[in-house]
């Protein structure tokens, strides 16, 4: 094994285009934030750095042992982080806000979005907001049936030094789209140690995840294409959805 926590958290250390976004959202409701699927921290670390009350939650233990061993001494006394699965998860307290990015949502399915969408809105305070982003299914859906393997990134092994080569393909069907991503490590002798992940994301429609939340008495109140806040199209690079409690239930 290559260690993939720490291959994915060098993989995706780069992108940042969403934290400003989520900065704002968790300013505008001034008050705890509960990150849903933290990983390895990308948006926790920000979120804390910034000053604010920033609770993780992750099933994935190697991820989040990834993330404390990041931590500075100051940060790992403010930081807690909880291993649980998004559709049986519990936590003492509720929070204003609530947001589960990094493309996650589409990955599950529809049982466990629907056990999910019940217990965030248990953890949600008074009429307090949940967000989530995803790729846009409906450009994901126009995708050819298959992708080629394409390179797509490269760094340095965390540990050996040697080259880290990130490729990534696709198989498309009609609800669903599954990536291969292939992290090749590329050793002194030539050889090439690979380790592959998986991820399948469903490719249901926006109108269907609008009327999962509202089942779920979490109610749209904005739809983003982007994180610049541009009103959401069909061709837009993300399907972004800000749903608020309905405090009613």
Same mark, same amino acid.
């Given at each position: 094994?290559?260690?993939?926590p720490?291959?994915y958290h060098? %993989? %995706?250390? +780069?992108?940042n285009?969403?934290i400003?976004?989520?900065l704002?959202?968790a300013?505008?409701m001034n008050g705890?934030v &509960?990150?849903?699927?933290c990983?390895t921290?990308r948006?926790?670390?920000?979120?804390?750095k910034?000053? *604010?009350e920033? /609770?993780?939650l992750?099933?994935?233990f190697e991820?989040l042992s990834y993330?404390k061993?990041?931590?500075s001494? #100051?940060?790992?006394e403010?930081? +807690?982080?909880f291993?649980?699965d &998004?559709?049986?998860? =519990?936590l003492?307290?509720?929070f204003?806000?609530?947001?589960?990015?990094?493309?996650t949502?589409?990955?599950?399915?529809?049982e466990t979005?629907?056990n999910? *969408?019940?217990?965030?809105h @248990?953890?949600?305070?008074?009429?307090? /907001?949940?967000?989530v982003?995803?790729p846009n299914?409906l450009?994901?859906?126009? &995708?050819?049936a298959q992708g080629?393997s394409? /390179?797509?990134?490269s760094?340095? %092994?965390?540990m050996t030094?040697n080259?880290?080569q990130?490729?990534?393909e696709?198989?498309?069907?009609d609800?669903?789209i599954v990536? %291969?991503? =292939?992290? @090749?490590h590329l050793?002194? +002798?030539? #050889?090439v140690?690979?380790e592959? /992940?998986?991820?399948r =994301?469903?490719?249901?429609?926006p109108?269907e *995840?609008?009327?999962? &939340?509202?089942?779920a008495?979490?109610n749209p109140i904005?739809?983003?294409?982007?994180f610049?806040?541009?009103?959401? #199209?069909? @061709?837009?690079p993300y399907l972004i959805?800000?749903?608020r409690k +309905?405090?009613?239930?």
């Amino acid at each position: 094994m290559l260690n993939y926590p720490a291959l994915y958290h060098l %993989h %995706h250390i +780069d992108e940042n285009e969403d934290i400003p976004f989520w900065l704002q959202l968790a300013k505008e409701m001034n008050g705890p934030v &509960l990150e849903l699927g933290c990983g390895t921290g990308r948006l926790l670390l920000p979120l804390l750095k910034a000053g *604010y009350e920033a /609770i993780g939650l992750d099933k994935n233990f190697e991820m989040l042992s990834y993330l404390k061993g990041q931590l500075s001494t #100051q940060l790992i006394e403010q930081v +807690d982080v909880f291993q649980a699965d &998004l559709e049986n998860f =519990h936590l003492e307290r509720e929070f204003p806000f609530i947001f589960l990015a990094c493309n996650t949502l589409s990955t599950l399915q529809k049982e466990t979005r629907l056990n999910a *969408y019940s217990r965030i809105h @248990d953890q949600l305070s008074g009429d307090g /907001i949940f967000a989530v982003s995803i790729p846009n299914p409906l450009s994901l859906a126009s &995708l050819p049936a298959q992708g080629e393997s394409e /390179i797509e990134a490269s760094f340095s %092994h965390p540990m050996t030094g040697n080259p880290i080569q990130v490729s990534s393909e696709w198989q498309r069907s009609d609800r669903f789209i599954v990536f %291969h991503w =292939h992290y @090749d490590h590329l050793l002194q +002798d030539g #050889q090439v140690e690979r380790e592959t /992940i998986q991820s399948r =994301h469903s490719l249901i429609t926006p109108g269907e *995840y609008q009327a999962e &939340l509202q089942a779920a008495n979490l109610n749209p109140i904005k739809m983003y294409g982007d994180f610049e806040k541009t009103e959401f #199209q069909k @061709d837009s690079p993300y399907l972004i959805i800000i749903a608020r409690k +309905d405090p009613g239930f």
